[in-house]
């Protein structure tokens, strides 16, 4: 039986969870940070973006992580819709929202988008291309833009403890906090998409949130636990 006095745990890089944290703290609900993930700025070559017929966001880290730099005016296209949430919050815009939110339905957006030519994929260092193959078959010039390290925190094992679900943000934060945690195969989880998902395997207890947006991730926690 849960524990609902017990905390949910999120994942995201420290800063990242305040406004899931916030909904939780005004239900009433205890949530701690065990940030599975860290990010470390890269710098961008000044000439990267020029020429570019389209901009590809992979993650919503990527839009945050990019902050600095000037955008062409060109169609921006962002892999799911927390990728679309984080270019809007940042001022911007999604004109093109990849459905799904996956590397092939990325790729499959922009070449729905803009005609063949060079496309920006703006991402992290642990990333692969985005389906590279599909888009060069189809005559686009693949240009990775990595604005970020996905860093790994040190001390990620935490003794076993009292814990009423776990939000996973992302992949790698699925792989390293389980892999330095086995016991939380025994913790509700939640995923805020269906890659995150897809990472967490055959976990017995896993609940997809309809979309990224603290309100939605809130609401599947309700529902779960």
Request: no cysteine.
């Amino acid at each position: 039986m849960v524990d609902l006095t017990a905390p949910v745990v999120l994942t995201r890089a420290v800063g990242a969870n305040d406004r899931l944290g916030a909904a939780l703290t005004g239900r009433g609900i205890p949530w701690v940070e065990w940030p599975a993930v860290a990010f470390d700025a890269v710098a961008v070559a000044p000439d990267a973006l020029d020429g570019v017929t389209a901009l590809a966001f992979v993650s919503p880290a990527a839009v945050a992580m990019a902050g600095a730099l000037r955008w062409p005016d060109v169609p921006r296209v962002a892999q799911g819709a927390g990728t679309a949430l984080a270019l809007v919050e940042a001022g911007d815009r999604a004109d093109v929202v990849a459905d799904p939110p996956d590397a092939d339905g990325l790729a499959a957006a922009v070449i729905a988008t803009v005609p063949a030519g060079p496309v920006a994929i703006v991402r992290g260092d642990h990333g692969r291309d985005v389906a590279p193959e599909r888009l060069r078959a189809a005559g686009y010039e693949v240009r990775p833009v990595t604005v970020y390290r996905n860093l790994e925190p040190a001390d990620l094992g935490r003794p076993p403890q009292a814990v009423r679900a776990v939000v996973y943000a992302s992949p790698s934060a699925v792989r390293r906090l389980l892999g330095a945690n086995p016991w939380l195969r025994d913790v509700p989880a939640v995923a805020i998409g269906p890659t995150t998902a897809e990472a967490l395997g055959d976990h017995p207890d896993v609940r997809i949130a309809a979309s990224p947006t603290p309100e939605a991730l809130l609401a599947t926690l309700l529902e779960s636990v």
